[in-house]
């Protein structure tokens, strides 16, 4: 880490534009920390709720400042061995711990956390303390208000990423939206109502279009024949009559 920018730099650089007292998540990983210390980072920080500082070759904690509303705390790749009770006097609202790749070594040195009351996950892993026989459960019944540890609870569910549950909220606003968007319901259902019954009126004339009525024919019940059939016959017999009657009356003249 011989080039590494030294955090007190780091913290300047992140404060170009913006002043501490509105800073709410600082990154200062891969920073060269000053003997093993904190340097640059104090209580003028008050709205900081994110502060990661792995791999920065810390030995200790004394010099963390009071971060009340501090929730998530990365310390990992590391060289604490100790000194964890410094966390719930300066940081009493953490939810989150990484202390993975560090030097803890035994459930002394962690039960240190039994009066951070908020914490519900904490990460040990790649630490001597994993080594342990009945670690997980011992770490489990020191510390009871955790649910997580080494991203799983006790029946070994993975704990929920953090970037997906704020995506999921982001799809339920944009869901929201939506609806929003779409207009009250009662509009589309009064214009299919009236397409409904445009065409229920089409229907009505199509069924009133003229068919053929068969009626039964008086001298074979079997049969049947068309009434407007009936009529066009008499009409052929008149016809029929109207022919004959001026030739029979040529004959009688004849006579």
């Not at 200062?28 to 340097?39: K, Q, T, V």
């Not at 990484?98 to 996950?121: F, H, P, R, W, Y």
């Not at 994993?130 to 070994?156: A, V």
Request: charge should be negative; glycine fraction near 8%; charged fraction near 45%.
């Amino acid at each position: 880490m011989g080039g590494a920018m030294e955090m007190k730099k780091r913290i300047n650089l992140e404060l170009r534009n913006r002043a501490p007292e509105k800073v709410t998540e600082l990154v200062l990983d891969n920073c060269r920390s000053s003997n093993g210390e904190i340097e640059g980072l104090n209580d003028s920080f008050k709205e900081l709720e994110f502060l990661s500082m792995a791999n920065v070759e810390l030995t200790s904690l004394a010099k963390l400042p009071t971060l009340s509303k501090l929730r998530k705390l990365e310390l990992s790749d590391n060289i604490i061995s100790g000194g964890l009770e410094v966390l719930a006097e300066r940081c009493p609202n953490l939810t989150y711990l990484n202390l993975s790749g560090n030097k803890i070594k035994d459930l002394g040195t962690v039960e240190a956390l039994q009066n951070l009351k908020n914490l519900k996950s904490l990460d040990l892993f790649n630490c001597e303390i994993t080594n342990l026989e009945d670690y997980r459960d011992s770490i489990f019944e020191l510390l009871q208000q955790i649910t997580y540890l080494d991203g799983f609870d006790q029946e070994d569910n993975e704990a929920p990423d953090s970037e997906d549950d704020d995506d999921e909220e982001g799809d339920e606003d944009d869901d929201d939206d939506e609806e929003d968007e779409a207009g009250p319901p009662g509009e589309y259902e009064e214009e299919d109502d009236e397409d409904d019954g445009g065409s229920d009126l089409g229907e009505g004339e199509e069924e009133e279009e003229d068919f053929p009525i068969f009626v039964k024919d008086e001298e074979d019940d079997d049969d049947y024949v068309e009434e407007g059939g009936e009529e066009e016959e008499e009409e052929g017999i008149r016809g029929e009559k109207r022919k004959r009657d001026p030739e029979d009356e040529g004959e009688e003249e004849d006579d």
